[in-house]
């Protein structure tokens, strides 16, 4: 899918609300273009033989996560080693919950956040 938006907020709100009712893995948003409109893509997730969940066998469960940083953390970010950089520490993170035994996760964007109110 492709979405379109006057802004990056618009099409975030749009992948947002994608996201509540299905399971998706989203691309980068393009920098604005001449009018300001971004474009950015999603992939949703199928599965094509659906299994039920089975306590006795163990379970896939994707889960979307945004981490907001304080000022100065990563400072090489969007950059590809950074981003690796993220991913192994959130995947370390996550192989510390108990019972979990495969962790994999990407970078999907990386945003500023507005400045702090004074």
């Given at each position: 899918?492709?979405?379109?938006?006057?802004?990056?907020?618009?099409?975030?709100?749009?992948?947002?609300?994608?996201?509540?009712?299905?399971?998706?893995?989203?691309?980068?948003?393009?920098?604005?273009?001449?009018?300001?409109?971004?474009?950015?893509?999603a992939q949703v997730?199928?599965?094509?033989?659906?299994?039920?969940?089975?306590?006795?066998?163990?379970?896939?469960?994707?889960?979307?996560?945004?981490?907001?940083?304080?000022?100065?953390?990563?400072?090489?970010?969007?950059?590809?080693?950074?981003?690796?950089?993220?991913?192994?520490?959130?995947?370390?993170?996550?192989?510390?919950?108990?019972q979990v035994?495969?962790?994999?996760?990407?970078?999907?964007?990386?945003?500023?956040?507005?400045?702090?109110?004074?």
């Open positions: 899918m492709r979405f379109d938006g006057p802004s990056p907020v618009e099409v975030d709100r749009l992948m947002a609300l994608l996201n509540s009712g299905a399971e998706i893995i989203s691309g980068m948003p393009s920098e604005p273009d001449d009018r300001g409109d971004v474009v950015r893509t997730v199928t599965h094509p033989d659906p299994r039920p969940v089975s306590p006795e066998n163990g379970m896939s469960v994707t889960v979307q996560v945004v981490v907001e940083t304080e000022r100065g953390a990563f400072p090489h970010l969007p950059g590809a080693e950074a981003a690796q950089a993220v991913e192994e520490s959130v995947a370390e993170t996550l192989r510390a919950l108990p035994r495969q962790v994999s996760c990407r970078v999907v964007s990386v945003w500023g956040l507005p400045a702090p109110q004074e």
